[in-house]
């Protein structure tokens, strides 16, 4: 059934980087994500992939439910490869086959790009993974809440992140109510030709539309008789409070830094 | 026109560790022009049950036999079960999406590839028998009816298909009491104008008893109890163990006896409840 | 002071959107509500019953007339918060009306939005949820829930702001039996407590377990009494085309057949001992 589709893929766990606070993890992901892009060689690459293995270890998430849920992702990667390969000429020609060929630094740039890319797609999948998205939601709220007062609209984007969670699995039920009450009514969704398809939509899309509209409506009422009035006044349950955890990643995360630099550096 | 349902049985997720049986083994029969009530609490594999019968969804086993033609077999047009097996879901009024009330009644007509002429023969046929004025509203806005009228309109979209069997589920859900009434006289005129058979899903008690020729207990999958209102409601003890009420007369009534006052029969229906009690206070009062 | 709530003279009018003519939704209603007591308001749809409850919670404010809840005039801009904190409000359908995937965090909204400081809204989230016997689903996902489970998460997210009274705007409408007597077993256990209950339905049953009735029709107050005042009125009660309780008809038609039934005759109970008299 539809509401069983997980969203934002977190895996529930009560691990030592689940319980970490999302601020942090944040920004160890962002972090992570720059240092792929300082990293140019192959010991700056063994590094990040160590510091990546050691997360997951930790996180106790299994390696095949995370590679599972990015098929699609790798099918293009495996494409930018194949693309780099044939087409970055430079240094010697190592193989050739008929008209195309793969030269040195084809085969260097598909090399780092790849892994590159590998890194940050698991690096960036191991915060939602381990990060339940209301969490997320929190801790993205209280890292922009500085950037408030120069208009970012911390609060709003935080509210709207919420409130999307909450009503997409609504919105699948809903969907999955209006298709079959259509097609008890004859719609055909399946056949026909693009065109046919696209119109035979229109009976599920208005529907949805007006329900959406009326959640909105009626979502809107009820926060504003629970005396919502935006971010100002707003204290919250759970008050977000660094651990000496936090502390400890948050070193980690700085000597990982600091080595990839370093090795860019030096060597 | 008959519908034979049998070992009908529906396991969601099969095989996975979140496995459901939804429908178990259920089994009966409707004939022509039977009007089924089934009652249940919510999970109790009722409208699992009525979405099979109008192929919405595909049984684990069992089969399904209208008129002949077993509809979960290979090879059946959905077309031809939707035009013999209408379904009206739950808040039906949530499905209209066209600009005007004729054009949303004709959307399932105009799907069973019908003619221009047979289509507004229909529409204009429906929109009378769920007691709105064809010319009044056929070119208005759905969504700019009152909550009763929208539903009736809706209904009307189904009713327009001419099913032989017309599944209603909870059609009286969120409705006003006047409104409730409203549609339950719809309905049983559209019954005794159609002559087809009514399936009614209700967890009104009241209802069922006044009405259903034949009542369903559903209970986590299993059809628990079939027959008649009054030997459904006549079990109270068994549908008590389900979690399930007796309509108001007959609660009543199970109380006075359970108190020590002698009344025989079964009360499904307040007519039947004043001429027990005027009998039993005129000769003290009388 | 003991209104907790007082109406004087109020009228609503609005502009429909769609045909831009002006709709009378109200049209001058007067009277006051005691505190600590349980009145169920009941008019058909359209009779005005659910623009007056968001009256009273000032999300809607009077054409002309006022409201005062715990006092405070609605009208005041100055007042919306401390009118809306003791007056809560429970909706009809239990899934518009949760704010957040977790069910306790969706209770902490309203003392989040109040400004509570965070110790004091995990005691009054935890309470709230076992006020209404969901405390151990306070990390589920509301649309992991039943109907009848979502709306006890309303109740308690209303709770959870310490209100004095509680306005339930048809919260059973789209509820199975089975939801329907769980959230009026935790309306009654709620005014039990103290806290006032203005419970607006068109279920003549619920209306029957209120201490007092008041019927709406077309903006107006027709009838307002004890429940058995109320329901003697049933030949006004059916051309306001509502329901009238079934031990009530019963009575009714017994009572046209000469029989001597009292009047106070409201639920299945109290019939059941009158007739036990004649054993």
Known sequence: ?267 | MSIQVNNLTHIYSPGLPHESVALDDVTFSAEDGEFIGIIGHTGSGKSTLVQHLNGLLKPTSGSIIVSGTDITGPGVVMREIRKKIGLVFQYPEYQLFEETVEKDVAFGPRNLGLSEEEIEERVREAIGLVGLDYEAVRERSPFDLSGGQKRRVAIAGVIAMKPEVLILDEPTAGLDPKAHRDVLEMIEKIHAHEENIIILVSHNMNDIARLADKVLVMDRGKLAMQGTPEEVFAEEERLEAIGLALPQPAQLMKMAREKGLAFEGSFLTLDAVEEALYNYLKKDQI | MNDMIRIDDLVFKYTRDDTGEEVNAIKGVSFAIEKGSFTAIIGRNGSGKSTLAKNINALLLPTSGFVYVNGYNTSIQENLWDVRQSAAMVFQNPDNQIVSSIVEDDVAFGPENLGVESAEIRRRVDESLKAVNMYHNRKKAPHMLSGGQKQRIAIAGAIAMKPDCIVFDEPTAMLDPKGRSEVMAIINSLNEEGITVILITHFMEEAAEADRVIIMDDGVVRLDGTPEEVFSHADELREMNLDIPMPVELARRLRARGIDIPADIINIEEMVEYLCQYR
């Not at chain 1, 160590?50 to 997360?55: D, I, N, P, T």
Request: aromatic share 8%; charged share 15%.
């Open chain 1, 1 to 267: 059934m539809l509401r069983d589709i997980t969203l934002g893929q977190y895996y529930p766990g009560e691990s030592w980087i689940h319980r970490l606070d999302p601020r942090v993890k944040i920004i160890a992901a962002l972090v992570y994500v720059a240092a792929l892009f300082i990293v140019d060689n192959l010991i700056g690459f063994a590094i990040a992939l160590a510091a990546l293995a050691a997360v997951i270890i930790i996180s106790k998430v299994p390696l095949s439910f995370i590679l599972k849920g990015l098929k699609l992702i790798f099918l293009i990667i495996i494409f930018t490869v194949i693309m780099n390969l044939f087409m970055i000429k430079g240094g010697d020609v190592l193989v050739e086959i008929g008209p195309l060929s793969i030269e040195e630094k084809g085969l260097y740039t598909a090399f780092f790009m790849a892994a590159r890319l590998i890194l940050l797609i698991i690096g960036s999948s191991m915060l939602t993974l381990t990060t339940k998205p209301i969490s997320l939601t929190d801790g993205i709220e209280a890292l922009l809440s500085p950037f408030s007062k120069i208009g970012v609209p911390a609060h709003e984007l935080a509210m709207m992140m919420t409130i999307a969670l909450r009503f997409i699995p609504t919105l699948l039920e809903e969907t999955d109510k209006i298709m079959k009450a259509q097609q008890a009514r004859g719609a055909d969704f399946e056949s026909g030709n693009l065109i046919s398809r696209a119109k035979s939509l229109i009976p599920i899309l208005i529907p949805l539309f007006i329900g959406a509209f009326r959640i909105a409506h009626d979502l809107a009422m009820a926060m504003e008789a629970r005396c919502y009035r935006g971010g100002q006044h707003r204290s919250r349950m759970n008050a977000m409070k660094l651990s000496g955890r936090d502390a400890a990643a948050s070193v980690m995360l700085a000597v990982f830094l600091a080595a990839v630099i370093v090795i860019r550096i030096v060597l």
